[in-house]
């Protein structure tokens, strides 16, 4: 056993190092700076001029939350998780009820066709998402322009439209996942309840709604879960695509923009905003899973 035991750590004490080093030792860092006033200057190198780095208690915690900034940056955020969620959740079932139909032919195809979003680098999907939304050259406006809109809007540095430009892009980027959970999902329920519910004189939207959802509730509930998550932490697709005009509506970007973007970058600031990001994030995942009940059975 002793031997077992030696071997055993043996084996696993690389990779238990190699995650405590390039996973909890940047979190518990960026917590210390969180507490700090490190900032361009003192940090990590002391300069003349600077302040010296110094704990400071909860002080950047307390101006990011009366800063407007962050408070735009975090109910824009939540906007954002609220329509982007529902139109991944929307997109993936209507192409999950269509992909499961007897009557499409070619699912394959499809299926093939369909996830092509999840192949492709994400730094080449927003180029190309830019392009398309490209306010003089992109091919949105130029439909637009077909279709007898005189002004179309420009995606690019209008904040509302961009916006919209984001939901769509999101939507895009994320359907594929949703489809896939909800594409299982719906493979396994059982014919006998479908069938029952014809003979009871159901209609197709009766039997979606009150037989064939409700079945596979949780793992659609899981993955919007999922789904949520990566919304809130949202940071590179805006970032690529105007980071200037949607610093102050995603909060990851808000966060990145106090320790790169300013004149006098504040790492301290920055990284008290990311971590109050982490807490929410957390909260919402635990009062997620628990509203849900996703975890019921589990053990």
Request: hydrophobic share 55%; aromatic share 16%; net charge positive.
């Given at each position: 056993m002793k031997k077992r035991?030696?071997?055993?750590?043996?084996?696993?004490?690389?990779?238990l190092a190699a995650f405590l080093f390039f996973n909890i030792y940047p979190i518990v860092y960026s917590i210390y700076i969180a507490f700090t006033n490190a900032q361009l200057g003192n940090f990590p190198i002391q300069t003349p001029n600077a302040p010296p780095l110094k704990f400071v208690g909860l002080e950047n915690f307390r101006w990011a939350i009366s800063d407007p900034?962050?408070?735009?940056?975090?109910?824009?955020?939540?906007?954002?998780?609220?329509?982007?969620?529902?139109?991944?959740?929307?997109a993936g079932i209507l192409l999950s009820v269509l992909y499961n139909s007897r009557y499409v032919i070619g699912k394959s195809i499809y299926r093939?066709?369909?996830?092509?979003?999840?192949?492709?680098?994400?730094?080449?999907?927003?180029?190309?998402?830019?392009?398309?939304f490209d306010p003089v050259f992109g091919p949105v406006n130029i439909v637009l322009r077909d279709l007898g809109v005189s002004n179309p809007p420009d995606w690019m540095?209008?904040?509302?439209?961009?916006?919209?430009?984001?939901n769509i892009i999101e939507v895009w980027l994320a359907y594929p996942f949703m489809m896939t959970?909800?594409?299982?999902?719906?493979?396994?329920?059982?014919?006998?309840?479908?069938?029952?519910a014809v003979i009871d004189g159901a209609n197709y939207?009766?039997?979606?709604?009150?037989?064939v959802i409700p079945i596979v509730s949780k793992p659609i509930a899981?993955?919007?879960?999922?789904?949520?998550?990566?919304?809130?932490?949202?940071?590179?697709?805006?970032?690529?695509?105007?980071?200037?005009?949607?610093?102050?509506?995603?909060?990851?970007?808000?966060?990145?923009?106090?320790?790169?973007?300013?004149?006098?970058?504040?790492?301290?600031?920055a990284a008290a905003v990311l971590f109050i990001a982490t807490i929410v994030l957390a909260i919402y995942m635990l009062v997620s899973m628990k509203l849900t009940k996703i975890q019921e059975g589990a053990s």
């Amino acid at each position: 056993m002793k031997k077992r035991t030696i071997a055993a750590l043996a084996l696993i004490t690389p990779g238990l190092a190699a995650f405590l080093f390039f996973n909890i030792y940047p979190i518990v860092y960026s917590i210390y700076i969180a507490f700090t006033n490190a900032q361009l200057g003192n940090f990590p190198i002391q300069t003349p001029n600077a302040p010296p780095l110094k704990f400071v208690g909860l002080e950047n915690f307390r101006w990011a939350i009366s800063d407007p900034g962050f408070r735009s940056a975090f109910l824009w955020t939540w906007i954002f998780v609220a329509t982007s969620v529902t139109l991944k959740v929307l997109a993936g079932i209507l192409l999950s009820v269509l992909y499961n139909s007897r009557y499409v032919i070619g699912k394959s195809i499809y299926r093939a066709l369909l996830i092509i979003p999840w192949a492709l680098p994400l730094l080449f999907s927003i180029t190309v998402w830019r392009f398309m939304f490209d306010p003089v050259f992109g091919p949105v406006n130029i439909v637009l322009r077909d279709l007898g809109v005189s002004n179309p809007p420009d995606w690019m540095n209008d904040a509302f439209y961009g916006f919209i430009a984001l939901n769509i892009i999101e939507v895009w980027l994320a359907y594929p996942f949703m489809m896939t959970v909800i594409t299982s999902a719906l493979q396994a329920v059982p014919d006998i309840l479908v069938e029952a519910a014809v003979i009871d004189g159901a209609n197709y939207w009766q039997r979606l709604t009150r037989v064939v959802i409700p079945i596979v509730s949780k793992p659609i509930a899981f993955s919007t879960i999922l789904t949520s998550a990566a919304s809130f932490q949202y940071f590179l697709v805006p970032f690529l695509y105007n980071g200037a005009l949607f610093e102050e509506k995603f909060l990851l970007l808000y966060g990145y923009k106090r320790a790169f973007g300013s004149s006098i970058p504040h790492y301290g600031r920055a990284a008290a905003v990311l971590f109050i990001a982490t807490i929410v994030l957390a909260i919402y995942m635990l009062v997620s899973m628990k509203l849900t009940k996703i975890q019921e059975g589990a053990s």
